[in-house]
């Protein structure tokens, strides 16, 4: 009786390096302009968001980046001081906003993409001071209504810590200048440019605790 000869066995696919880097997870740069510090009463105002990739060297590198102007909600409240640190006129004419529950299905409905694509289980919010964004979100996604929320609901990645840690700077201008960037104070508190410089922060926060890992 003869064998038949072994067959070779079919190539796995490998999953995704962000899938793999981050337990399933995929972290996602988010900051939130609003009209106070209160999420329960303050207005949600600007989303700034930058999605994430790997880089040919293997390095987390910025992607996609999404902007949403977002309309007060009914009865919100607007604080002067914060209005004024935004330069945020919610109310102008001009100003190309939609509602919170827009906002929120656009942004949920590209970042489910992303996690399909990367095949990740869950987003994790990556802010600078993380847990004020995250905050807002959450607020904004129970008084719309809005289903299947992509963020896990307490979870985050705080580029306060990371950059605390790494370059000894917590204030995000100081720690992005620390870490090799410009900074531009005229276009600080812009949801997109400030989602944009946590972003570069970091991955350059990851980039350079690999590169200790390595040594």
Not at 149 to 167: I, R, Y
């Amino acid at each position: 009786m003869t064998s038949e000869p072994d067959q070779p066995a079919e190539p796995s696919k490998s999953p995704d390096a962000i899938a793999n880097r981050f337990r399933g997870f995929l972290p996602v740069v988010v900051d939130v302009e609003t009209g106070g510090f209160n999420p329960a009463t303050d207005a949600l105002l600007e989303i700034g968001a930058v999605l994430l990739k790997i880089d040919s060297d293997g390095e987390l590198t910025l992607g996609e980046m999404l902007r949403y102007q977002v309309k007060p909600f009914p009865g919100a409240n607007l604080e002067p001081a914060s209005l004024q640190v935004t330069g945020i006129d919610p109310y102008h004419p001009l100003r190309p906003a939609i509602d919170e529950a827009d906002a929120l299905r656009g942004l949920f409905q590209r970042i489910r993409k992303e996690l399909k694509d990367h095949d990740c289980t869950r987003a994790v919010l990556v802010g600078h001071n993380a847990f004020f964004d995250l905050q807002f979100i959450n607020a904004a996604v129970e008084r719309s209504g809005v289903k299947r929320n992509p963020f896990h609901p307490f979870s985050s990645f705080d580029t306060v810590t990371l950059a605390g840690c790494t370059f000894g700077q917590t204030v995000l201008g100081r720690a992005v200048a620390a870490a090799g960037f410009e900074w531009d104070d005229s276009q600080a508190h812009s949801a997109l440019y400030d989602a944009t410089m946590t972003a570069h922060l970091f991955c350059e926060c990851l980039r350079r605790i690999r590169s200790s890992d390595r040594s």
